[in-house]
């Protein structure tokens, strides 16, 4: 397995979906070429940080709009006066 | 009753209960959760951010009113984006717009640059460390939020569709080759690539700008500052 073929795979095999004989394949490359063990590692990095929900957010004044919406369409019983597409 | 602490997450079932009984502070919670991805997501089918946000807006308005008539054969989330999606390719319809999210462009799968390894299959120029992920960063988290934020923006659309959905709202690969109408090779080919972009956009942070600037090795002995790891 070249570099090439590590990034190539990485990301699958990240998401732990390669399968045995790929993942040993890679992991041996891994074992022996450090350019490939930043490079997996980063992708794993990257992963976790935008998986990350700290971040989620919304403008308030978006947020204030949204919840007043929400809050008028309860007033009436049923026919909210928003209409269900 | 309300929900003790502001920020405590909800669960599915709890939630929906909590947004049936008209609790104001669990709709908040669920827009601040998703209201921002879910406009980064409609503009994959739509450009113009006005437009984007209209479609959330309808989406938002079609989650209060069928929340009642949902069925939970599906997450939550998963249904306000299938929602989402549909909304945004009836706009993306109207405004004339064609979202060939199944086009994968040029290179075959690649998801890193051929032009970057060597005719052997090996790395032509060697991968940094990020040395710059130094604690200090790392509690300055923030700054590379907004940096992996910004590149995903940038992506192209059908693979800033696939990321968000994928790694953001943590969605399987079946449910989001189907909310997008790809294959789920494609879907992975799209993903993979996507991750490489973010991942080249934050190593431009993360490797160390300072190298050439004055000696800052770490002492290794004596009582200098030592960073254990």
Same mark, same amino acid.
């Given at each position: 397995m070249t570099c090439r073929d590590v990034s190539r795979r990485a990301s699958t095999y990240l998401d732990e979906d390669l399968s045995l004989r790929e993942r040993l394949a890679l992991k041996a490359h891994l074992f022996i070429c450090v350019n490939c063990r930043r490079y997996v590692a980063q992708l794993a990095a990257t992963l976790n940080l935008v998986r990350d929900r700290q971040w989620a957010g919304v403008d308030e004044e978006a947020e204030d709009r949204l919840a007043a919406m929400f809050r008028q369409s309860g007033?009436?019983?049923?026919?909210?006066g928003f209409t269900c597409t | 009753m309300t929900s003790g602490a502001a920020d405590a997450a909800y669960d599915d079932d709890t939630l929906i209960a909590r947004l049936l009984e008209r609790d104001e502070r669990a709709f908040r919670w669920l827009v601040r959760q998703l209201h921002g991805m879910m406009l980064a997501f409609a503009r994959s089918f739509v450009r113009d951010a006005a437009l984007a946000e209209e479609v959330v807006q309808e989406t938002w308005v079609a989650v209060i009113d069928g929340l009642a008539r949902f069925e939970r054969r599906s997450t939550l989330k998963t249904w306000i984006y299938s929602i989402l999606a549909n909304k945004a390719r009836t706009a993306a319809q109207r405004a004339r717009r $064609?979202?060939?999210?199944?086009?994968?462009?040029?290179? =075959? =799968? *690649?998801?890193?640059?051929? *032009?970057?390894?060597?005719a052997n299959g090996h790395w032509a120029s060697p991968i940094e460390?990020?040395?710059?992920?130094t604690p200090e960063r790392i509690v300055a988290g923030q700054h590379l939020w907004t940096v992996a934020r910004g590149a995903i923006e940038l992506l192209p659309e059908a693979q800033r569709a696939v990321l968000i959905l994928r790694?953001?709202?943590?969605?399987?690969g079946p449910t989001v080759a189907s909310l997008l109408g790809i294959s789920e090779g494609n879907q992975r080919v799209l993903l993979h690539r996507a991750r490489a972009s973010v991942r080249d956009a934050l190593s431009k942070i993360m $490797?160390?700008?300072?190298?050439?600037?004055p000696d800052k090795k770490t002492t290794? $002995?004596?009582?200098?500052p030592r960073r254990q790891s």
């Open positions: 007033k009436s019983d049923g026919g909210s | $064609t979202v060939a999210f199944s086009d994968l462009g040029p290179a =075959g =799968g *690649d998801p890193v640059d051929p *032009d970057r390894f060597m460390p990020w040395d710059a992920m790694d953001v709202e943590e969605q399987d $490797t160390d700008p300072q190298k050439a600037g290794q $002995t004596g009582q200098g």
